[in-house]
């Protein structure tokens, strides 16, 4: 056990993520102050115009899908890398797919002497005694 911990400590990729995870959650330590700013703005145009500013409510959503993304990615919940390293958000935040398991090996089947592979045979009982007709010929 002692070995695999010292394996995972030397592993680069796992201190190459601890730079990205500091790299963003400084990103995420100015978006907030960015945030603050849209809603002290918006809460003004609302006082003045009695309705929200359309350009803050579009950047509000996307600065709120870019820390749902930053988010993701600190707690481990995701391995793409928010902006600058991929797209800018636009609208609401995506679902990323869950990753497909890696299918199972399938054993090979054993082959009888005729060829024929044993436990795949799909025929019915009636493929049986045409078989079983055809062995005693």
Avoid at 50 to 76: C, E, H, W
Wanted: aromatic share 10%; charged share 30%; glycine share 4%.
């Amino acid at each position: 056990m002692k070995d695999e911990i010292k394996q995972n400590l030397k592993e680069s990729t796992t201190w190459l993520r601890v730079l990205y995870m500091i790299l963003f959650a400084l990103i995420y330590w100015v978006v907030e102050f960015v945030i603050a700013a849209i809603v002290i703005f918006q809460f003004v145009a609302v006082l003045i115009t009695r309705k929200p500013n359309d350009a803050l409510l579009g950047l509000g959503q996307s600065m709120s899908s870019y820390v749902y993304q930053i988010l993701r990615f600190l707690t481990y919940n995701s391995n793409r890398h928010p902006y600058p390293f991929a797209p800018w958000p636009k609208g609401e935040p995506e679902a990323e797919p869950e990753p497909e398991p890696e299918p199972e090996p399938v054993a090979e089947a054993a082959v009888d002497e005729a060829g024929d592979e044993e436990g795949n045979d799909e025929s019915g009982p009636e493929e049986d005694k045409q078989k079983d007709k055809q062995d005693t010929k």
